[in-house]
C-alpha cells in the first residue's frame, strides 16, 4: 500500500509502497477514501524537518534534555549513536481521515465491515492507503455527510475540545485569535452553539472567510483590536478568547488577557510560547487552559471528577463535530482549497509550503488497494549458509538503538526479514539495516524456513504468544525481557519449551557485561556467602507510559526489575529460597515504581534490591556492591568498578557505558551456529520470570514469600 512519509534528518518528503498495518484486537483497519491535511500542524513538521540540526536543537529544547542526560549515562559514542537513528526515521504525516471499515478486532462490537467512519489520532489516521485504528479513536459518518467533509473529524475534535474548554454558554461573546483552519471551524462551532463571535487575524484572506460567516473581524495591523472588542462587547469585556493562532512570540496571550473581561476565561489551543502577563491576568483573575488536543483518547464518554473537573472524551468530541456537519450548522466544504490523489502528494505539500492562504488541502485514494503482506528492499534477496538467518519482531527505539545496530555488524549474520505493527517502521528498518524484506505480518516471519532464529522486541504483552509460536515453528528463539507478564503465560511457556526441546535467550544483557564478567571471576572461589546491594535510579514514569499499563507492559516489576532479579542470581548462583518485598506508600500506583526487595538464596547470600524512582535522573542509574569472602566488589552504572581485597583496590573504567549487549549477542550467534545449549540456562530464564510474580505476591500480603521452583516444574 501507499503512505506518505518525511525523513526527519533531510526533510524529504515521499510516498512509499510499505507494508499494511496489522490489525489489533480493540481496533479497526480502514481504507482510506479522504484525508486531510493539517495547515499548521503539518506544516510546522515540514519546517522543522527541513531545518539543520542546530536549528532542530534549538526549536526542541525537552528532547536535547533528554539527550544531555543520556550522555552523562552512557557516554558520548552511544548517545550520538542513538540521535542519528533517531533523527534519520521518517514520520508518518496526517491525523484525520474518512473511509471504510474492511476488517475489525475481535474486541470491537461498535463497528462492522463496510462503515463508513472518520478516524483521528496522530500517527493513526496517516496519509496512507490503509490505517489500523482503535475503535475510541473513529466515529460513524452519518449518512447526509460524505468523506471530504468527514475527513475533518480531527481538526473538529480539537476545535470542540477548546470550546468546551472555555466553558461557554449560549449568548456568550467570544473572540477567537488566529483564523486558520481551526479558528475557521471554532467560530462556525461557537455560531451553531449560539454564541456571538468576533474572529481576529493577520491575513485579510481568511478574515474575508470569517466575515462571510457572519462574525465581527479584526485585523491587529490595522484596527485597534482592543476597542473593537470593548465595542463588540457592550463594554463589558470578551466572556472568553479561544486562540488558536500559531505564533513564534505570546502577543496572541497578551491581547487575550486585554481584552476578557473579570473572570473570564482564555483557551489556548494553537502553538504559541507560554509567557503570561501577570498583572492582567492578576487584576481579572484569569482563567488560562492549555486545551489537550482532541480531548481524552482514553474515554469513550465524558467524566466528571470529584472536584468537578469534567474530562472531555475525544471520541465525544468527534462525534459532535460530526453531528454539526449533519445538522448543516457547520459548512466545511467552503474551506477546502485544493485536492490532490496521492501519487501527487509532493504538490500537495509543495502548495503547502508556499501558499499561506490555502486552508483545507485534501488527498484522495481512489481505487481498490489489496493489502500488502510485505515488501522487498532494492537489494537482491538471497540465502545464506554458514551465517545465522534472523528474522526480527518489533521495530521500537530499544531494537533500533541497541540490538539492529549490534547484529548488523555481525558478520556471521545474515538480516533475513523485519516485521513491525506499522508497515512504515517495518520498511524503514529494513533499508536501513539490509534486511531482504519488511513485513507486517508475523506470521510470514514464523513461516519462512530460511530463518534460522527470531528476536522478539515488541511490547510485553506479545512476548509469550510469539516465543511459544517460535518454538512451535522450530526457531531459536531470542526475546527481550520480560520472558511473559503473566504466570499462565509462564507455565504454557514451560510446557511448550520442554515439548519442543527448543531453544529460548532472553535479553538479560547485565550477566555479559564485562564488569560483571570481572566480577563473577573476583569471587570464583568464595566459600562463603555474599551480601548485595544493588540500586537503581529508575527515574519516574508518567502515569500514561505504556510500561506502567499492566496488560500491556505489565508494570515496572515484571517489566524491568527482572534484569536485577536475574543479575542477583547470575553473582550468587544459588537458587532463591524467600522473598520480601515493600513499597512506599503513596499511592497504590507508587508502589511499582519505588521498592526494596530483599531475596535470601540457598547457600545463604542475601541479594537486596533498592528499586527507586524518587531521585535526581541525573544521578548514575545503577550501582551494585558485593560483600563477602573478605573483599568487596563495587559496579557504578556500568562504566567503572572497583575491586578490593587484602587491602589492595584494583580498577577498571570505560569511557562508554558496557551494560553487555555486544558480548550479549555475540554469545547468542555462536551457540547458533556451533549448535550449542543458550549463553544462560532456561532455569535461570524461567525462575527469575518466576520470581517477579512472587514480588508482587509480597506487596499485596506484605510478608515473605516461599520460593519453591518444584512449582512451575523446574
Known amino acids: 500500500m501507499k503512505q506518505i512519509q518525511q525523513n526527519y534528518k533531510t526533510g524529504k518528503l515521499s510516498v512509499e509502497n510499505v507494508p499494511s498495518p496489522i490489525l489489533k484486537s480493540n481496533g479497526v483497519l480502514v481504507q482510506n477514501k479522504c484525508s486531510l491535511i493539517s495547515t499548521g500542524t503539518e506544516r510546522s513538521k515540514i519546517e522543522l524537518a527541513s531545518k539543520n540540526i542546530i536549528a532542530k536543537a534549538k526549536s526542541r529544547p525537552d528532547q536535547v534534555k533528554i539527550v544531555m542526560n543520556n550522555l552523562k549515562q552512557e557516554g558520548l559514542f552511544s548517545t550520538v549513536r ?12 496526517g491525523y484525520s481521515c474518512s473511509g471504510d471499515i474492511i476488517d475489525t478486532g475481535n474486541e470491537v462490537n461498535d463497528f462492522k465491515i463496510n462503515n463508513r467512519v472518520a478516524c483521528f489520532g496522530e500517527g493513526l489516521a496517516a496519509h496512507a492507503e490503509i490505517n489500523s485504528v482503535p475503535a475510541n479513536m ?38 477567537v485569535i488566529g483564523l486558520g483552519l481551526l479558528g475557521q471551524l471554532s467560530i462556525q462551532i461557537l455560531k451553531a452553539l449560539g454564541c456571538d463571535v468576533m474572529g481576529i487575524d493577520l491575513d485579510d484572506h481568511k478574515l474575508s472567510l470569517a466575515k462571510d460567516l457572519g462574525v465581527a473581524i479584526g485585523n491587529p495591523r490595522k484596527d485597534n483590536i482592543e476597542s473593537l472588542a470593548k465595542s463588540f462587547s457592550n463594554d463589558a469585556g470578551l466572556d472568553a478568547v479561544i486562540i488558536t493562532a500559531a505564533s513564534k512570540d505570546s502577543k496572541p496571550i497578551e491581547l487575550a488577557g486585554a481584552i476578557t473581561k473579570k473572570y473570564g476565561k482564555v483557551v489556548l489551543v494553537g ?5 503570561i502577563p501577570r498583572k492582567e491576568f492578576f487584576d481579572k483573575e484569569l482563567d488560562f487552559v492549555v486545551s489537550r488536543g482532541f480531548g481524552d483518547e482514553t474515554l469513550t464518554e465524558d467524566i466528571t471528577l470529584k472536584q468537578k473537573k469534567t474530562i472531555f472524551s475525544a471520541k465525544k468530541n468527534a462525534e459532535e463535530f460530526l453531528s454539526l456537519i449533519s445538522k448543516k450548522l457547520v459548512n466545511v466544504e467552503k474551506l477546502i482549497s485544493k485536492e490532490f490523489d496521492i501519487n501527487l502528494a509532493k504538490s500537495a505539500y509543495e502548495l503547502l509550503a508556499k501558499d499561506n492562504k490555502s486552508l483545507g488541502i485534501l488527498i484522495n485514494y481512489s481505487g481498490q488497494v489489496e493489502k500488502t503482506k510485505k515488501v522487498f528492499t532494492s537489494k537482491k534477496p538471497e540465502i545464506k549458509k554458514g551465517v545465522a538467518n534472523i528474522g526480527f519482531i518489533g521495530a521500537g527505539s530499544f531494537s533500533m538503538g541497541y540490538l539492529l545496530p549490534i547484529f548488523a555488524k555481525n558478520k556471521k549474520v545474515y538480516l533475513r526479514a523485519v516485521s513491525a505493527s506499522r508497515g512504515l517502521s517495518s520498511k524503514n528498518i529494513a533499508e536501513k539495516f539490509n ?10 516471519i514464523f513461516g519462512d524456513k530460511n530463518i534460522d532464529a527470531v528476536v522478539v522486541a515488541t511490547r510485553h504483552n506479545l512476548h509469550a504468544n510469539f516465543v511459544i509460536e517460535g518454538l512451535k515453528n522450530n526457531k531459536v528463539v531470542f526475546v527481550e525481557k520480560p520472558l511473559c507478564i503473566l504466570e499462565d503465560e509462564l507455565n504454557q511457556i514451560i510446557k511448550t519449551y520442554k515439548e519442543t526441546n527448543g531453544k529460548l535467550m532472553i535479553g538479560f544483557n547485565r550477566r555479559f557485561s564485562p564488569f560483571t564478567v570481572k566480577l563473577k571471576d573476583f569471587y570464583k572461589n568464595r566459600t562463603g556467602p555474599l551480601i548485595i546491594n544493588y540500586r537503581i535510579n529508575a527515574g519516574r514514569l508518567d502515569d500514561s507510559h505504556w510500561l506502567n499499563n499492566i496488560s500491556e507492559g505489565g508494570g515496572r516489576i515484571v517489566g524491568e526489575v527482572c534484569h536485577f532479579v536475574d543479575l542477583l542470581q547470575f553473582i550468587t548462583a544459588s537458587e532463591p529460597i524467600r522473598i520480601f518485598a515493600e513499597a512506599t ?18 547457600d545463604n547470600s542475601i541479594g537486596m534490591i533498592n528499586y527507586n524512582s524518587i531521585g535526581d535522573s541525573s544521578f548514575p542509574r545503577e550501582r551494585i556492591e558485593v560483600f563477602g569472602q573478605d573483599s568487596v566488589c563495587i559496579i557504578d552504572n556500568f562504566r567503572s568498578a572497583e575491586f578490593t581485597r587484602n587491602n589492595k583496590t584494583s580498577r577498571m573504567s570505560k569511557l562508554n557505558r558496557d551494560m553487555g549487549y555486544q558480548n550479549e549477542i555475540d554469545s547468542f550467534i555462536n551457540c547458533i551456529l556451533n549448535k550449542q545449549g543458550m549463553p544462560i540456562k532456561f532455569e535461570d530464564i524461567a525462575s527469575s520470570t518466576y520470581l517477579t510474580f512472587k514480588i508482587i505476591d509480597s506487596l499485596k500480603s506484605v510478608m515473605p514469600e516461599s520460593v519453591d521452583l518444584k512449582k512451575i516444574g523446574l
Not at 83 to 92: C, E, F, N, Q, V
Not at 144 to 167: D, E
Not at 271 to 275: D, E, F, K, S
Not at 585 to 602: A, D, G, M, P, R
Open 82 to 93: 542513538k540521535a542519528l537513528i533517531k533523527l534519520d526515521t521518517p514520520i508518518s504525516l
Open 138 to 175: 473513529c466515529a460513524k459518518i452519518p449518512e447526509n455527510v460524505n468523506y471530504k467533509q468527514a475527513s475533518f473529524i480531527g481538526l473538529g475534535a480539537i476545535a470542540m475540545q477548546g470550546i468546551r474548554n472555555a466553558n461557554i454558554q449560549k449568548g456568550d461573546k467570544i473572540v
Open 271 to 275: 502553538l504559541v510560547p507560554i509567557n
Open 435 to 444: 534486511f531482504d524484506y519488511a513485513t507486517s505480518e508475523n506470521k510470514e
Open 585 to 602: 506508600k503513596n499511592s497504590e500506583e507508587e508502589k511499582s515504581q519505588s521498592l526494596v526487595i530483599t531475596i535470601k538464596y540457598k
